[in-house]
């Protein structure tokens, strides 16, 4: 498998309005805009910053995976993706190597990325995400 960069750094707040403050207003990162993930109930907002990006990731339901983060965790760093040059090759290659993975196929992220997760007891604490962009 193949590694090519940080693609985002996913940051899990209340709120992306109040967020934006910072990562707009006062960082003066680019907003590239709102997408809304129906099946993960989650709105997320990119702010591009060099060769990667923030998300930040706000729940859109109170029983949501974003939503039940913030209650156990609060707001913070939530997970790192990396993109990978072939997603499905990635996941069979760490499952045969004993990676747990939350995603055991790959499913659809925002951007019309193909994402899928590892699971933090496999990858010392931190949620790791692989994605996979064809653009
Ligand atoms: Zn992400």
């Known amino acids: 498998m193949k590694v090519l960069k940080v693609d985002h750094i996913g940051i899990a707040v209340k709120s992306i309005d109040e967020t934006r403050k910072l990562y707009h207003d006062l960082l003066g990162l680019e907003h590239a805009g709102n997408e809304t993930v129906q099946e993960q109930k989650v709105t ?33 760093v939530q997970h790192i993706a990396f993109r990978v040059e072939n997603i499905e090759e990635a996941l069979a290659e760490l499952k045969a190597k004993g990676i747990q993975l939350i995603d055991e196929k790959p499913r659809k992220g925002a951007g019309g990325a193909q994402i899928a997760f590892l699971h933090p007891k496999s990858t010392y604490g931190v949620l790791v995400e692989l994605c996979q962009r064809d653009d």
Request: charge should be negative; aromatic fraction near 10%; proline fraction near 9%.
């Open 44 to 76: 997320t907002a990119f702010f591009p910053v060099g060769d990667t990006e923030v998300e930040l990731l706000e729940s859109t339901a109170p029983d949501g995976p974003i939503a039940k983060y913030l209650e156990k965790r609060g707001e913070g």
